[in-house]
């Protein structure tokens, strides 16, 4: 079944894709199975990107021939390789999850990022001593965890104790100890360490059994002259939902914001990408990625390892036109997945009301509010049309909804603080697919 399905496959999509991708694909009959279906690829980069392009397409016809569902595994064609994987995945998740590329080496410095680099890098020299805690804000994937970690790095090869956490992975750490009744060793582990990196501090808010604990431990690490590095999406005052001491004490040592970078510094990241993934390009493809890439570093990557895939299986340099492909690509994915469902889920919960009140007749000023950006931001990134939206959101008709967006607009260009609400949820929405 799994070759007429290749064989399928092949009627639907572009020759040209095809060749590129599904002809590398082999089926392996003797371990697939009733409800699996099991195939290898040639390597990582091409796993991933058939797992996100094609495994719903194979899954599809997979239940269309077999009359049942399937499960799908695209997997690495090389036993060894894929034992090396594994493995780093295993070492991974035994040390304290530093991703050792993290460097400061590999961290290109501008004017965006020069302050909080500056930052991070003399508390690297100085744990303890000079700004405790460091507290580095900015956008989705401009480099905070790259930096902090760059930090953890540099402590744990001295030697010192380092914990690097999230805000989700330290309140479950939490809750476990406290279900098991082990909260003697919960507070043990996180006041003994020599240093301690929480990632995305945004996310205590509203949550008050953790940040008391978390108020604890953060008095007894500085108390006894630890590292503290912490790192949110906006600044301490900006955080809503925070007890006055703990945002207080955010502030005690030093903030530092990371901005986008600028198109030097764009072009400068690539390079180092480029060199660290081995993938040739040349300058004007460089260039090129850098101006039509806004600010988000992560995509980046996502676009670096899509014009790797394709130039190792083709053995072929990567051109100006298929980078425009893929980046076309690229785009249209991160939006393809995006539904109007998800967009008002997201605001709803940033705004603290239900989806369901967004899409309500509701007259009262915060549901108004939440169901005007809602439309807003459903129109930037979505392909509905302005009858869709209507329909969705229970306006009207198609008038009422531009009607919603100019407003919007003109209260974007009147008010910095309402432009910079409207990013932050754009981003969040993006960032979440
Ligand atoms: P954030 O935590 O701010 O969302 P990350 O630190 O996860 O962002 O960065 C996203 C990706 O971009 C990472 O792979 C990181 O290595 C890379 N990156 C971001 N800024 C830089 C930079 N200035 N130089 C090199 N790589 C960067
Ligand atoms: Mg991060």
Redesign the pocket.
């Known amino acids: 079944i799994g070759q007429e399905v290749l064989k399928a496959l092949k009627e639907e999509i572009s020759e040209l894709e095809y060749n590129r991708y599904i002809r590398h694909l082999s089926y392996d009959i003797k371990k697939s199975t009733g409800d699996a279906a099991i195939f290898y690829a040639p390597n990582a980069l091409v796993v991933n990107w058939i797992k996100n392009k094609y495994r719903e397409k194979i899954a599809h016809l997979f239940e269309i021939k077999n009359g049942s569902k399937v499960n799908i595994k695209i997997t690495l064609k090389n036993t060894i390789e894929k034992r090396k994987t594994k493995k780093n995945v295993e070492v991974k998740q035994n040390s304290s999850l530093l991703n050792p ?2 460097s400061f080496d ?5 004017g965006s ?1 020069q302050f909080a680099y500056a930052a991070v890098k003399s508390v690297s020299e100085n744990a303890g001593k000079v700004y405790n805690p460091l507290f580095i804000y ?10 902090m970690q760059a930090a953890g790095n540099v402590f744990q090869n001295e030697g010192k104790v380092v914990i690097y956490t999230t805000v989700e992975q330290f309140l479950n750490d939490f809750i476990r100890h406290v279900r098991n009744k082990t909260m003697e060793r919960f507070q043990e582990k996180y006041r003994k360490c020599d240093v301690l990196l929480i ?1 995305d501090i945004q996310f205590l808010s509203n949550k008050e059994g953790i940040q008391e604990e978390f108020f604890h431990t953060f008095e007894a690490l500085k108390g006894a002259g630890k590292q503290i590095i912490l ?1 949110a999406d906006k600044h301490p005052k900006k955080i809503g939902g925070l007890e006055a001491r703990l945002q207080s004490r955010f502030e005690w040592g030093l903030v530092a914001d ?1 901005q986008p ?1 600028e198109l030097e ?1 764009k072009i ?2 690539i390079k ?2 480029c060199e660290i993934n081995k993938v040739k390009l040349s300058e004007d493809i460089v260039n090129y990625i850098a101006t039509v890439i806004d600010s988000n ?2 995509e ?2 996502g676009i670096l390892s899509k014009l790797h895939a394709y130039s190792q299986l083709m053995h072929v340099d990567i051109d100006l036109d298929f980078t425009k492909n893929v980046l076309k690509d690229q785009m249209n994915e991160n939006r393809a997945n995006l539904t109007m469902e998800t967009i008002t889920q997201i605001v709803a919960k940033d705004l603290n009301i239900k989806p369901s009140e967004i899409r309500s007749k509701g007259r009262s000023k915060n549901i108004v509010y939440a169901r005007r950006i809602s439309i807003y931001i459903c129109r930037e990134l979505t392909q509905n049309t302005m009858p869709q939206l209507a329909q969705y959101f229970g306006m009207k008709d198609h008038t009422a909804i531009s009607h919603t967006i100019k407003k919007i607009n003109s209260l974007i260009k009147d008010d910095e603080d309402f432009k910079v609400k409207i990013d932050e949820l754009t981003n969040k929405i993006t960032s979440s697919s």
């Open positions: 590329s993290h590999n961290f290109m410095v501008g990022n900015g956008g989705v994937g401009l480099g905070k965890t790259h930096l990632d790192t990371i970078p510094t400068a990241i180092k990408k570093v992560r980046i990557e």
